[in-house]
């Protein structure tokens, strides 16, 4: 009798042990920027998933290891609908949604279709449209004067931050439409969602911080401000200090 209950009490704590093993962590969805891809979160990914939490980082049409489906007509509606359907047919909930960059437009436009699955929002060094805005408008451009720059051609726009590698992984043009469509911004409901914005700040230099004005509008609809010291790229750079960063947003 003693080695029965012996073997009952040893079942029944590896169950309650497999249960604690089992329980989910938070949900992360990285949304990368643009000319880049979810190559650019592989090590955040190892790093969180290595503590129990869930990370999804797709990497958007066109772009990434998807770049041969690049096409000219890939525009701002095709890669919100990329995450929207990633969040959709993997079944998420309480989302942690991170854009990056360009990812700040994507992530505007998932929050307008899908508020409910979405926990929390954090821009990061990122695009804060308003209503009725294509990237190109937040940055204070027309679309004729941005077409007449080098850097656009044949209905795509070249990586202009510097050479890129011939070697995957590395940045690719992208298509121009998704910097010049306009995003509609009305879903009273996304205003519940808790919002942050981290502004990246080159050797701690606030002068140098290009995405200042767009942590300015964040400022202005109360959503909480953070600083990370270095360039655009920490995802790339500095993993570890941006993950801190991340779990300040609270």
């Known amino acids: 009798m003693k080695t029965i209950a012996k073997l009952g009490l040893l079942v029944l704590l590896s169950t309650q042990l497999w249960g604690q093993s089992k329980t989910p962590g938070r949900t992360f969805l990285f949304v990368h920027g643009g000319w880049g891809g979810g190559w650019e979160y592989k090590k955040i990914d190892s790093m969180l998933t290595s503590q129990g939490d869930v990370v999804y ?10 770049v041969h489906l690049a096409n000219p007509d890939i525009n701002l509606t095709t ?3 990329d995450i929207v359907n990633v969040i959709k047919f993997e079944d998420l909930h309480n989302v942690i949604l ?21 926990g929390k929002m954090i821009y990061l060094d990122a695009f804060v449209p308003n209503d009725g805005e294509s990237l190109f408008a937040a940055r204070g451009e027309t679309e004729a004067t941005a077409m007449t720059k080098p850097f656009t051609k044949d209905g795509f726009v070249a990586y202009f931050f510097g050479p890129v590698s011939a070697t995957p ?8 439409k998704t910097f010049t469509e306009p995003l509609s911004v009305k879903n009273p409901a996304v205003k519940k969602i808790s919002t942050f914005y981290i502004l990246m700040a080159p050797n701690g230099d606030m002068s140098k911080a290009n995405f200042a004005p767009f942590a300015e509008r964040a400022k202005q609809r109360g959503w909480t401000i953070l600083q990370l010291n270095g360039n655009h790229y920490p995802m790339r750079n500095n993993p570890a200090e941006l993950i801190k960063t991340l779990e300040k947003c609270k």
Do not use: C, F, K, W
């Not at 980082?57 to 772009?63: E, K």
């Not at 991170?98 to 699955?117: F, K």
């Open 79 to 81: 890669h919100v609908n």
């Open 98 to 118: 991170v854009g990056h960059s360009y990812g700040g437009m994507v992530i505007t436009g998932v929050a307008e279709q899908v508020p409910d699955r979405i």
């Open 169 to 176: 992984p590395t940045d690719v043009p992208q298509p121009l």
């Open 57 to 66: 980082r797709p990497t958007m049409t066109g772009l990434g290891e998807r």
